[in-house]
Protein backbone atom coordinates (compact mmCIF):
# COMPACT_ATOMS: atom_id res chain seq x y z
CA UNK A 1 0.00 0.00 0.00
CA UNK A 2 1.22 3.24 -0.96
CA UNK A 3 2.39 5.65 2.22
CA UNK A 4 -0.30 8.24 3.09
CA UNK A 5 0.76 11.91 4.08
CA UNK A 6 -2.19 13.34 6.49
CA UNK A 7 -2.15 16.85 8.09
CA UNK A 8 -3.50 16.17 11.61
CA UNK A 9 -1.14 18.86 13.25
CA UNK A 10 1.82 20.68 11.47
CA UNK A 11 4.47 18.23 13.21
CA UNK A 12 3.09 15.83 10.01
CA UNK A 13 5.83 18.49 8.11
CA UNK A 14 9.28 19.06 8.56
CA UNK A 15 11.26 22.42 8.11
CA UNK A 16 11.57 21.65 4.09
CA UNK A 17 8.77 20.91 3.85
CA UNK A 18 6.99 23.83 5.29
CA UNK A 19 9.04 26.15 3.63
CA UNK A 20 7.99 24.20 0.29
CA UNK A 21 4.34 24.75 1.38
CA UNK A 22 4.44 28.55 1.59
CA UNK A 23 6.93 28.93 -1.38
CA UNK A 24 4.44 26.88 -3.91
CA UNK A 25 1.53 29.38 -2.01
CA UNK A 26 2.83 32.17 -3.25
CA UNK A 27 3.97 30.79 -6.89
CA UNK A 28 -0.02 29.92 -6.87
CA UNK A 29 -1.15 33.18 -5.61
CA UNK A 30 0.75 34.75 -8.87
CA UNK A 31 0.00 32.36 -11.47
CA UNK A 32 -3.59 33.45 -10.41
CA UNK A 33 -3.01 37.00 -10.50
CA UNK A 34 -1.81 36.38 -13.59
CA UNK A 35 -4.60 34.11 -14.56
CA UNK A 36 -3.10 30.99 -15.71
CA UNK A 37 -5.26 28.00 -15.73
CA UNK A 38 -4.57 25.58 -13.38
CA UNK A 39 -6.58 21.65 -13.59
CA UNK A 40 -4.25 19.84 -11.83
CA UNK A 41 -6.65 18.11 -9.75
CA UNK A 42 -9.39 17.54 -12.52
CA UNK A 43 -11.09 14.66 -11.29
CA UNK A 44 -10.30 15.05 -7.67
CA UNK A 45 -12.98 14.90 -5.03
CA UNK A 46 -12.53 16.09 -1.63
CA UNK A 47 -15.07 15.78 1.59
CA UNK A 48 -15.02 18.46 3.98
CA UNK A 49 -16.89 16.93 7.47
CA UNK A 50 -17.70 20.34 9.28
CA UNK A 51 -19.05 19.52 12.88
CA UNK A 52 -18.11 23.52 13.59
CA UNK A 53 -18.54 26.56 11.84
CA UNK A 54 -16.44 28.38 9.12
CA UNK A 55 -16.41 31.09 6.45
CA UNK A 56 -12.92 30.79 6.10
CA UNK A 57 -11.79 27.28 5.67
CA UNK A 58 -15.14 26.16 3.81
CA UNK A 59 -14.56 28.88 0.97
CA UNK A 60 -10.68 28.64 0.73
CA UNK A 61 -11.13 24.22 0.53
CA UNK A 62 -13.83 24.58 -1.74
CA UNK A 63 -12.49 27.20 -3.79
CA UNK A 64 -9.19 25.74 -3.95
CA UNK A 65 -10.54 22.31 -5.32
CA UNK A 66 -12.74 24.23 -7.93
CA UNK A 67 -10.39 26.15 -9.45
CA UNK A 68 -7.77 23.58 -9.78
CA UNK A 69 -10.49 21.39 -11.97
CA UNK A 70 -11.53 19.27 -8.72
CA UNK A 71 -14.59 19.22 -6.51
CA UNK A 72 -15.33 19.36 -2.44
CA UNK A 73 -18.61 17.89 -0.86
CA UNK A 74 -19.68 19.82 2.13
CA UNK A 75 -20.72 17.69 4.93
CA UNK A 76 -22.16 18.83 7.94
CA UNK A 77 -22.34 16.33 10.87
CA UNK A 78 -25.72 16.97 11.43
CA UNK A 79 -26.75 15.96 8.16
CA UNK A 80 -24.87 13.07 7.80
CA UNK A 81 -25.19 9.37 9.37
CA UNK A 82 -22.62 10.76 11.94
CA UNK A 83 -25.12 12.93 14.12
CA UNK A 84 -27.04 9.28 14.80
CA UNK A 85 -24.34 7.35 15.83
CA UNK A 86 -22.57 5.98 12.61
CA UNK A 87 -18.68 5.71 13.67
CA UNK A 88 -15.92 8.01 12.26
CA UNK A 89 -13.78 4.91 11.52
CA UNK A 90 -16.30 3.33 9.54
CA UNK A 91 -17.07 6.66 8.19
CA UNK A 92 -13.36 6.91 7.20
CA UNK A 93 -13.46 3.76 5.28
CA UNK A 94 -16.41 4.64 3.59
CA UNK A 95 -15.00 7.72 2.45
CA UNK A 96 -11.55 7.39 1.31
CA UNK A 97 -12.89 4.59 -0.81
CA UNK A 98 -14.76 7.26 -3.01
CA UNK A 99 -12.82 10.41 -2.23
CA UNK A 100 -9.17 11.61 -3.37
CA UNK A 101 -8.85 13.62 0.04
CA UNK A 102 -10.72 14.24 3.62
CA UNK A 103 -11.22 17.44 5.48
CA UNK A 104 -12.31 17.42 9.29
CA UNK A 105 -13.33 20.47 11.32
CA UNK A 106 -14.38 19.11 14.93
CA UNK A 107 -14.55 19.44 18.60
CA UNK A 108 -12.18 16.34 19.55
CA UNK A 109 -8.57 15.94 17.91
CA UNK A 110 -8.76 12.22 18.61
CA UNK A 111 -11.33 12.51 15.80
CA UNK A 112 -8.66 13.51 13.62
CA UNK A 113 -6.69 10.97 14.60
CA UNK A 114 -9.28 8.09 14.12
CA UNK A 115 -10.61 9.41 10.75
CA UNK A 116 -6.79 9.61 9.57
CA UNK A 117 -6.06 5.91 11.03
CA UNK A 118 -8.75 4.32 9.28
CA UNK A 119 -8.74 6.61 5.78
CA UNK A 120 -6.68 5.20 2.49
CA UNK A 121 -6.51 8.93 1.56
CA UNK A 122 -4.72 11.96 3.28
CA UNK A 123 -7.04 13.65 6.22
CA UNK A 124 -6.50 17.29 6.82
CA UNK A 125 -7.35 18.98 10.12
CA UNK A 126 -8.85 22.04 9.09
CA UNK A 127 -9.38 22.93 13.29
CA UNK A 128 -9.96 20.83 16.65
CA UNK A 129 -9.85 22.09 19.62
CA UNK A 130 -6.16 21.87 19.92
CA UNK A 131 -4.60 22.58 16.74
CA UNK A 132 -5.19 24.75 13.62
CA UNK A 133 -2.39 23.93 11.21
CA UNK A 134 -4.04 25.27 8.12
CA UNK A 135 -4.33 28.62 9.57
CA UNK A 136 -0.53 28.51 10.25
CA UNK A 137 0.65 28.23 6.38
CA UNK A 138 -1.32 30.97 5.73
CA UNK A 139 0.06 33.04 8.77
CA UNK A 140 3.42 32.07 7.49
CA UNK A 141 3.15 32.61 3.93
CA UNK A 142 1.80 36.24 4.76
CA UNK A 143 4.99 36.91 7.28
CA UNK A 144 7.38 35.73 4.08
CA UNK A 145 5.39 37.94 1.58
CA UNK A 146 5.93 41.09 4.14
CA UNK A 147 8.68 40.12 5.87
CA UNK A 148 10.96 37.21 4.37
CA UNK A 149 12.10 34.24 6.07
CA UNK A 150 10.97 33.81 10.02
CA UNK A 151 14.01 31.76 11.48
CA UNK A 152 15.42 34.01 14.38
CA UNK A 153 12.30 36.04 14.84
CA UNK A 154 10.49 37.62 17.39
CA UNK A 155 6.51 36.11 17.50
CA UNK A 156 4.04 37.44 20.59
CA UNK A 157 1.22 35.48 21.09
CA UNK A 158 -1.42 37.66 23.45
CA UNK A 159 -4.22 36.35 25.25
CA UNK A 160 -5.69 32.61 25.10
CA UNK A 161 -3.69 29.31 25.34
CA UNK A 162 -5.99 27.90 22.40
CA UNK A 163 -5.73 25.76 19.62
CA UNK A 164 -3.90 28.95 17.63
CA UNK A 165 -1.23 29.19 20.36
CA UNK A 166 -0.85 25.42 19.71
CA UNK A 167 -0.25 25.87 16.41
CA UNK A 168 2.34 28.79 16.73
CA UNK A 169 4.36 26.69 19.13
CA UNK A 170 4.72 24.50 16.60
CA UNK A 171 5.64 26.50 14.17
CA UNK A 172 8.18 27.80 16.33
CA UNK A 173 9.33 24.90 16.78
CA UNK A 174 9.59 24.20 13.03
CA UNK A 175 10.40 27.05 11.33
CA UNK A 176 12.82 28.20 14.34
CA UNK A 177 11.68 31.41 15.70
CA UNK A 178 11.16 32.63 18.97
CA UNK A 179 7.37 32.77 20.56
CA UNK A 180 6.80 34.86 23.52
CA UNK A 181 3.42 33.63 25.00
CA UNK A 182 1.18 35.73 27.40
CA UNK A 183 -1.74 34.31 29.08
CA UNK A 184 -4.18 35.02 31.68
CA UNK A 185 -2.91 32.43 34.67
CA UNK A 186 -4.90 29.25 34.00
CA UNK A 187 -5.60 29.59 30.25
CA UNK A 188 -1.73 28.46 29.41
CA UNK A 189 -1.45 26.49 25.93
CA UNK A 190 -1.04 22.43 25.63
CA UNK A 191 1.90 21.33 28.18
CA UNK A 192 2.81 18.22 25.79
CA UNK A 193 2.74 21.08 22.66
CA UNK A 194 5.00 23.22 25.00
CA UNK A 195 7.23 20.78 25.87
CA UNK A 196 8.43 19.58 22.41
CA UNK A 197 9.52 23.48 21.94
CA UNK A 198 11.40 24.33 24.72
CA UNK A 199 14.23 25.94 23.33
CA UNK A 200 11.68 28.70 21.12
CA UNK A 201 8.97 29.61 23.27
CA UNK A 202 8.55 31.79 26.47
CA UNK A 203 6.17 31.87 29.07
CA UNK A 204 6.10 35.88 29.98
CA UNK A 205 3.46 37.05 32.76
CA UNK A 206 2.98 40.50 31.25
CA UNK A 207 1.80 40.99 27.29
CA UNK A 208 3.99 44.08 27.02
CA UNK A 209 6.79 42.61 28.45
CA UNK A 210 6.24 39.40 25.77
CA UNK A 211 5.57 42.32 22.73
CA UNK A 212 8.80 44.11 23.48
CA UNK A 213 10.74 44.16 20.41
CA UNK A 214 8.81 41.73 18.50
CA UNK A 215 8.60 41.40 14.90
CA UNK A 216 5.19 39.90 14.49
CA UNK A 217 2.25 40.44 16.74
CA UNK A 218 -0.71 37.68 17.03
CA UNK A 219 -3.89 36.78 19.17
CA UNK A 220 -7.21 34.78 18.70
CA UNK A 221 -10.59 35.63 20.37
CA UNK A 222 -11.04 34.77 23.73
CA UNK A 223 -13.70 32.33 23.60
CA UNK A 224 -13.22 29.66 21.17
CA UNK A 225 -15.67 27.53 19.44
CA UNK A 226 -16.87 24.90 22.46
CA UNK A 227 -15.88 28.34 24.91
CA UNK A 228 -18.64 30.34 25.04
CA UNK A 229 -20.40 29.06 28.25
CA UNK A 230 -17.42 31.00 29.63
CA UNK A 231 -17.37 33.70 27.55
CA UNK A 232 -18.77 36.65 30.22
CA UNK A 233 -15.99 34.83 32.93
CA UNK A 234 -13.37 34.70 29.81
CA UNK A 235 -13.89 38.92 29.26
CA UNK A 236 -12.75 39.53 32.68
CA UNK A 237 -9.63 37.77 33.38
CA UNK A 238 -8.47 38.61 29.56
CA UNK A 239 -9.31 42.42 29.96
CA UNK A 240 -5.44 42.75 30.22
CA UNK A 241 -4.47 40.78 26.88
CA UNK A 242 -5.93 43.35 25.03
CA UNK A 243 -3.84 44.19 21.81
CA UNK A 244 -4.44 48.09 21.34
CA UNK A 245 -2.21 50.87 20.05
CA UNK A 246 -0.63 50.96 23.67
CA UNK A 247 0.47 47.52 23.44
CA UNK A 248 1.30 47.40 19.66
CA UNK A 249 3.69 50.09 20.01
CA UNK A 250 5.99 48.31 22.27
CA UNK A 251 6.76 45.91 19.57
CA UNK A 252 9.24 46.81 16.65
CA UNK A 253 8.41 49.82 14.24
CA UNK A 254 8.14 47.69 11.33
CA UNK A 255 6.26 44.81 13.27
CA UNK A 256 3.23 43.15 11.81
CA UNK A 257 -0.06 42.33 13.23
CA UNK A 258 -1.98 38.76 12.18
CA UNK A 259 -5.34 37.41 13.41
CA UNK A 260 -7.00 34.14 11.67
CA UNK A 261 -9.95 35.84 12.10
CA UNK A 262 -13.66 36.25 12.97
CA UNK A 263 -12.23 39.00 15.10
CA UNK A 264 -14.08 40.71 18.32
CA UNK A 265 -13.19 44.45 18.28
CA UNK A 266 -13.30 45.94 21.38
CA UNK A 267 -12.20 42.80 22.95
CA UNK A 268 -8.56 40.76 22.08
CA UNK A 269 -8.12 43.87 19.56
CA UNK A 270 -8.60 47.18 18.96
CA UNK A 271 -9.61 48.39 15.79
CA UNK A 272 -6.85 51.17 15.78
CA UNK A 273 -4.81 47.82 15.28
CA UNK A 274 -6.86 45.42 13.41
CA UNK A 275 -7.64 48.40 11.40
CA UNK A 276 -4.51 49.67 11.42
CA UNK A 277 -1.69 50.11 8.43
CA UNK A 278 0.94 47.30 10.10
CA UNK A 279 -2.52 44.72 10.00
CA UNK A 280 -1.88 41.70 7.73
CA UNK A 281 -4.87 40.23 8.32
CA UNK A 282 -7.18 40.04 4.83
CA UNK A 283 -4.47 39.31 2.88
CA UNK A 284 -3.68 36.42 5.79
CA UNK A 285 -7.46 35.28 4.88
CA UNK A 286 -6.86 35.67 1.86
CA UNK A 287 -3.60 33.30 1.85
CA UNK A 288 -5.96 30.61 3.06
CA UNK A 289 -7.21 30.19 -0.38
CA UNK A 290 -3.59 29.67 -1.93
CA UNK A 291 -2.37 27.59 1.05
CA UNK A 292 -5.25 25.33 0.63
CA UNK A 293 -4.24 24.40 -2.89
CA UNK A 294 -0.54 24.12 -2.06
CA UNK A 295 -1.55 21.60 0.52
CA UNK A 296 -3.95 19.59 -1.12
CA UNK A 297 -1.35 19.72 -3.99
CA UNK A 298 1.55 18.42 -1.66
CA UNK A 299 -0.28 15.75 0.10
CA UNK A 300 -1.88 14.41 -2.97
CA UNK A 301 1.42 14.34 -4.40
CA UNK A 302 3.71 12.72 -1.04
CA UNK A 303 1.16 10.37 -1.08
CA UNK A 304 1.48 9.07 -4.56
CA UNK A 305 5.55 9.09 -4.80
N1 LIG B 1 -9.61 31.36 10.51
C1 LIG B 1 -10.51 30.40 10.26
O1 LIG B 1 -10.25 29.20 10.29
O2 LIG B 1 -11.72 30.89 9.93
P1 LIG B 1 -13.07 30.05 9.78
O3 LIG B 1 -13.46 29.61 11.16
O4 LIG B 1 -14.04 31.05 9.21
O5 LIG B 1 -12.85 28.89 8.89
N1 LIG C 1 -9.56 29.66 18.28
C1 LIG C 1 -10.65 29.85 17.36
C2 LIG C 1 -10.16 29.84 15.96
C3 LIG C 1 -11.24 30.11 14.92
C4 LIG C 1 -10.72 30.06 13.53
C5 LIG C 1 -11.69 28.77 17.58
O1 LIG C 1 -11.32 27.60 17.75
O2 LIG C 1 -12.88 29.10 17.59
Redesign the pocket.
Known amino acids: MNKVRHFRSLLDINKKEFIRIIERSIELKKETAKGVINNSLSGKTMAMIFKK ?6 VAFETAMTTMGGHAIFLSSDSTQLSRGEELSDTAKVLSGMVDIIMVRTHDHNEVEELASNSTVPVING ?1 TEKF ?1 PC ?1 LLADMQTYYEEKGSIEGKKVAWIGDGCNMCNSYINAAKILDFNLNIATPSGFEPDQSTLNLANDNVELCDLPGKAVEDCDLVTTDVWSSMGDEGDAEKRKALFKGYQINKHLFEKSKNDSIFLH ?3 AHRGEEVESDVIDGLRSKVWQQAHN ?1 LYTSKALIEFLLKESKD
Open positions: NSTRTRLHQCLPR
